[in-house]
């Protein structure tokens, strides 16, 4: 079999992984959260090891790796998979490792992409052979209202915990839920006075799509639907300002994108990452098949 037929192979299997949902990477090597891979019964260094430096982290945290690699070649790289959760990636990275085999890198538990809470695993992957392969785990933790910033809104869906940072003038927020079926975010409030309520939502809870273009989000006050809001967007949040009047008790900001409708993004760019780093390394002649 010739190497570009070979390559083009990896890439259909690596995309048919992804699409079916099978762990892109075997023979984990399970860690403690926050500690890295123990020697094995025969005290030989077990290929690859990975570790963070703390075990538990919020939703505003640098998360810093570290690991090893036992007898590397100069120059390859660590891939590196962040799954959240529920399972879904958020997260893909190749890190090169220095000469004495060694690799780290920093990740940030502020991306809009890492609003669940709960237990996060990375995996760790150095080419295609049995033991080179390794695993942590570390928690954000959640379970309510408390796992949120005091600026933050816990919008609950189900058991899962989605946190938003908001402002608010006039009056209080009590509560907030996220809907699938009506792709709904709903702010319940107490308005002492009149007012407005700011909110920037990331755009993996909550988006407004026409193809791929953006359109407003439609909002309801009480029932109603206002045409006084006002928005900012950036590449990962949705900034929306509501006014309200005195006596207001629940707003709703309706989406035609909502939390759990991003797993097919993350598999398709997972999808995307395995093949560009075939393409890479079939140009830098690292071949992840035997040559037979």
Request: proline share 5%; net charge negative; aromatic share 6%.
């Amino acid at each position: 079999m010739s190497t570009h037929k070979e390559y083009a192979l990896i890439a259909i299997l690596a995309t048919i992984a992804v699409v079916g949902v099978v762990p892109a990477f075997a023979q984990w090597q399970s860690l403690p959260s926050g500690t890295s891979n123990p020697l094995s019964s025969q005290n030989t260094p077990i290929p690859l090891t990975v570790s963070t430096d703390k075990a538990v982290y919020d939703h505003n945290s640098i998360v810093v790796v570290s690991g090893h690699v036992a007898n590397p070649y100069p120059g390859q790289q660590v891939t590196l998979r962040v799954s959240d959760p529920s399972g879904a990636i958020v997260q893909i990275s190749q890190i090169t490792l220095d000469n004495n085999g060694n690799f780290g890198t920093k990740l940030t538990t502020a991306s809009p992409l890492w609003t669940r809470s709960g237990v996060y695993t990375i995996f760790a992957q150095y080419g295609n052979q049995q033991g080179t392969s390794a695993k942590v785990q570390f928690t954000i933790p959640g379970g309510g209202a408390t796992s949120c910033d005091p600026n933050q809104l816990a919008a609950t869906l189900n058991d899962e915990v989605y946190c938003i940072p908001y402002s608010i003038n006039g009056g209080t927020v009590l509560s907030g839920t996220l809907s699938v079926a009506s792709k709904t975010l709903t702010v319940n409030i107490q308005a002492n006075n009149d007012g407005q309520i700011t909110l920037s939502i990331p755009r993996s809870v909550l988006d407004s799509k026409n193809g791929n273009n953006d359109q407003s989000f439609v909002v309801l006050v009480d029932g109603e639907q206002k045409d006084t809001s006002t928005e900012i967007a950036t590449s990962d949040t949705r900034t929306v300002t509501i006014p309200f009047t005195a006596g207001a008790g629940q707003i709703e900001i309706v989406g035609t994108q909502i939390v759990p409708e991003f797993g097919a993004i993350a598999a398709l760019v997972l999808a995307i990452a395995i093949i560009s780093i075939i393409a890479v390394s079939a140009k830098t002649g690292l071949r992840f098949m035997p040559k037979y």
